[in-house]
């Protein structure tokens, strides 16, 4: 029996499992991943620089990466380090992938929303990493919508998408529940044109940019409709929508252009009886209302450093929208051992009464240290059993 998807579905649906529930967006913190086995997005970047000595070698890598079978191998080595660990949820990604891409240099790579991404080394623990940042969009040329039309569209349906899920499903068995994950409308439009373009052509060309949104929408509902076709519980959705004071778009505009989108996929998915979590960053308060009205089941990560104070929005939304969160990465990764447990324990205390709680920090970054971690970890198992008692 799996008893992960029980305690996740009966905390999800607001009524107390067995125990508080446990997930993880991705850790990227080198000691956690050396103790628990895990691999890196650094990863990538090595098989990059073997491959960029071999004629054609990036198009190998592309090849390579969208065939189901090395799908599946990745999937597997990635999960097992969750399965491991003992957590209850986990997501695979079913988008961003290399079904479409473009490698501009040996060490920057084009996924397939059109987003540019650069690899940087940076220190974790005592490893160096090579890490993926964000640099601009494929799309930001002199004639961006022309550039996106030339690129043309994504394809649902592409057998990545299920050999991702199904790679997945072998890798957990019974012991979690797996919810594939895809990438929202806001940021899959403004990061493939850029943030100063998208602007632009908000003001000049609103029509083009409701299109690219509508086309993103379109393309979202269709994977989730695949992944409930095969037997998905639900969807994980990221789209960082705030920054540390509030929205990054205009509430109009969210509602405009946004909303539409959310409720789309919200009533596909629920038409499955099925759940959808968004995660985003940032400041959310004055759009919260409308994720709530648009049919999102749950909200990760509360992130306290843009004052999202999950302790109160357990009292003022606690019987609307699950919460999954917050245990701070400064916490984990600066705090000391009575910290983390005390803050690990107040989340408990205070959020998991009723249901309606995951447990979750807001990120693992590379800045967390493993003893932290592992006392986080320890409190959330060993404090998390209904009735809550703390």
């Not at 373009?197 to 993103?216: A, G, H, M, N």
């Not at 994720?291 to 992130?303: H, M, R, S, V």
Request: hydrophobic share 40%.
């Amino acid at each position: 029996m799996n008893f992960a998807k029980q305690r996740v579905l009966s905390t999800l649906n607001h009524e107390e499992p067995d125990r508080v529930p446990l997930f993880e967006v991705g850790i990227d913190s080198a000691p956690v991943l050396e103790k628990y086995g895990g691999r890196s997005m650094g990863d990538l970047i090595n098989a990059l620089k073997i491959l960029r000595f071999i004629i054609g070698g990036h198009k190998l890598f592309g090849y390579i990466s969208n065939k189901p079978y090395f799908i599946k191998k990745a999937v597997k080595s990635a999960l097992g380090m969750f399965k491991r660990i003992g957590y209850d949820l986990v997501s695979v990604p079913c988008a961003g992938l290399f079904t479409k891409y473009k490698f501009p240099k040996w060490n920057c790579y084009v996924e397939e929303y059109g987003k540019r991404y650069k690899f940087a080394k940076i220190m974790s623990g005592d490893k160096e990493l090579n890490i993926p940042y964000y640099e601009g969009g494929y799309f930001d040329t002199e004639d961006p919508a022309a550039a996106y039309e030339k690129w043309g569209p994504l394809d649902p349906d592409h057998p990545a998408r299920r050999g991702a899920y199904e790679g997945a499903i072998e890798a957990v068995g019974d012991e979690m529940i797996v919810f594939p994950s895809v990438l929202g409308p806001f940021e899959t439009t403004w990061q493939a044109f850029g943030f100063n373009t998208f602007v632009r052509l908000l003001y000049q060309k609103p029509s083009f940019i409701e299109r690219v949104f509508k086309d993103r929408g379109d393309f979202i509902v269709a994977v989730a409709e695949n992944m409930m076709n095969l037997g998905a519980e639900g969807i994980f959705m990221l789209d960082d929508l705030g920054h540390k004071t509030g929205p990054l778009l205009s509430p109009i505009y969210f509602r405009k252009y946004i909303v539409p989108e959310l409720k789309r996929l919200a009533a596909k998915v629920h038409s499955y009886n099925g759940k959808v979590i968004l995660h985003s960053d940032g400041n959310l308060y004055p759009i919260l209302d409308d994720i709530i009205n648009a049919g999102i089941d749950a909200l990760n990560p509360w992130e306290s450093t843009a004052n999202m104070d999950i302790f109160k929005a357990k009292e003022d939304y606690g019987e609307k929208i699950s919460l999954i969160g917050n245990v701070p990465v400064e916490l984990l990764s600066h705090g000391t051992l009575q910290d983390v447990e005390d803050y690990a324990k107040k989340l408990i205390r205070i959020c998991a009464p009723g249901g309606g709680y995951i447990f979750s920090a807001t990120n693992l970054t590379y800045s967390v240290t493993l003893p932290n971690y592992e006392k986080m970890i320890e409190t959330a198992k060993k404090c998390g059993t209904y009735p809550i008692n703390l």
